[in-house]
């Protein structure tokens, strides 16, 4: 079972964690990794691009030259798409990218990015990560203290002090447990764990 060091808010290591070998000691799946990031991209995706069909598009109501006898290929209008302000074949137009996968994947693939921080030595747990006041420096001071210059903050709940704390700090993002998922972990360094968020995590996931 892995174990990680516990620190305070100074930095200063105060004891140690049992991690639970069914969430942060697994054989991570690639395919299950692949698979959700794909849907959490996909899922951010506003789909509103769009443009005008040859039906759409303003103009060409007139035939531009007679049919016949002039040596050149027939048109009916100067809006069809090889016209110069014609119309675009298969025009894209604003539609939903979304789409869903089952929860036991979503879960193989959370578990599998905590177990690839875990093997890496990436995951931090501090003892209770509270902010009296919103301070910069004092949360980048800590991030520092315990190497995690790049990192993402988990927290049980929504803090605002730490929220706050930690967005001009370029590299950090935070999050809250319930709403952790694996492109976060994977696109951030270090994983920094609040001991209620870890309870959290084990408790819904193990």
């Given at each position: ?26 054989e991570p799946n690639q ?48 809006r069809a798409p090889q ?124």
């Open positions: 079972m892995p174990t990680v060091k516990v620190y305070n808010m100074a930095g200063e290591t105060v004891g140690e964690v049992e991690l639970s070998e069914a969430i942060f000691g697994i395919q299950a990794l692949h698979a959700t990031v794909k849907n959490y991209l996909a899922n951010q995706r506003q789909g509103t691009q769009s443009a005008l069909t040859r039906a759409e598009v303003a103009g060409g109501g007139k035939k531009p030259y007679r049919q016949k006898g002039t040596g050149r290929a027939r048109q009916g209008s100067t016209f110069t302000h014609g119309g675009i074949v298969f025009a894209p137009k604003p539609r939903s990218y979304a789409y869903s996968l089952n929860k036991k994947l979503k879960r193989l693939a959370l578990k599998s990015a905590l177990s690839m921080k875990a093997a890496e030595n990436s995951i931090v747990v501090i003892d209770s990560l509270e902010m009296s006041e919103i301070k910069t420096a004092s949360f980048a001071k800590l991030l520092a203290a315990v190497d995690a210059a790049k990192a993402l903050v988990v927290t049980p709940e929504v803090n605002k002090n730490v929220v706050l704390s930690a967005r001009n700090i370029p590299g950090v993002e935070t999050t809250i447990a319930a709403i952790l998922n694996p492109y976060m972990i994977m696109t951030n360094g270090k994983v920094v764990l609040d001991k209620a968020a870890l309870a959290k995590i084990e408790e819904v996931y193990a």
